[in-house]
């Protein structure tokens, strides 16, 4: 009897601090300020942690274009996860994170490729980046910059990254602090940074500037985008919003 006592407020405290949280992103075009897609954000929050949720990606006519499943059980900073563009026929997948692990997946123009990489304790991939900064957020507003590896399923590789504070910005009238994310390597002269503003308070990401893995169906190519998050929905999104829940609640 104790022992089903001890089991049930187990689950009862782990229930007591679950919630799930929804929100949106709004995509732009970096460079010309068109409106490109609608993120619609739905996130499992246990204890404080992100522990699994997922993203549909609407285009500016409330079109489906793509959706992702995360699930951050095996690791915070490497999850398992799949991204669909049916549409374009493209998809890539974290199949499995065993211990040192990594096995991926990436189909497009149908041809499937699959690969299995090592990992340490200063790797992350896809969503899995914001969760690592957030564990190095003190470090990066002392002004502390550090490297890491990241794990990109669509090119069934990783590359070694660095992240460091820059000067801070504004946001929706407030002041936000921002980080950039570049390659430490040569390739840091082939490849754009990407740009990160969040609520030093909060520690609330509020904008995202750089490649997006949604892709422009005209050209299979990456959008570069400005992806924002704001509390309210900007003038020119879609209307009505697409539901922030598949079953429209």
């Known amino acids: ?6 089991s049930l407020f187990a689950l009862f405290s782990t229930l007591a601090f679950a919630q799930t949280e929804r929100f949106y992103g709004y995509a732009y075009d970096l460079r010309s300020g068109r409106y490109l897609y609608t993120e619609v954000h739905e996130q499992v929050i246990e204890q404080g942690r992100w522990l699994r949720g997922s993203i549909r990606y ?19 900073f490497v ?5 669909e563009l049916p549409p374009q026929g493209f998809s890539e997948a974290i199949l499995s994170v065993d211990g ?12 499937t490729e699959n690969k299995t990489i090592d990992i340490g304790d200063d790797t992350a991939a896809d969503s899995g980046f914001h969760n690592y900064l957030l564990a190095h957020f003190d470090d990066l507003m002392q002004r502390k910059p550090f490297a890491f590896r ?17 000067d801070d910005g504004e946001f929706d009238g407030r002041t ?8 430490d390597s040569v390739l840091r002269w082939l490849v754009d940074p990407l740009q990160l503003s969040y609520d030093p308070a909060s520690k609330k990401l509020l904008e995202y500037r750089g490649i997006s893995n949604v892709h422009d169906p005209a050209t299979g190519k990456a959008y570069n985008a400005r992806i924002v998050y704001p509390a309210e929905p900007p003038a020119d999104a879609p209307k009505p919003l ?8």
């Not at 609407?58 to 915070?76: C, E, I």
């Not at 697409?242 to 609640?249: F, I, K, R």
């Open 150 to 166: 990241f794990v990109v399923a669509g090119n069934l590789d990783a590359y070694s990254f660095r992240a460091k504070r820059i």
């Open 58 to 76: 609407y285009d500016a006519k409330n079109q489906l274009m793509g959706s992702k499943t995360l699930d951050f059980s095996r690791n915070p």
């Open 79 to 83: 999850p398992v996860y799949g991204f």
């Open 242 to 249: 697409p539901a922030l829940s598949d079953s429209g609640d």
């Open 176 to 183: 936000a602090a921002r980080f950039v994310v570049e390659p």
């Open 1 to 6: 009897m104790k022992t089903l006592l001890v």
């Open 100 to 111: 040192d692990r990594v096995r991926m997946r990436k189909t497009k123009k149908g041809k």
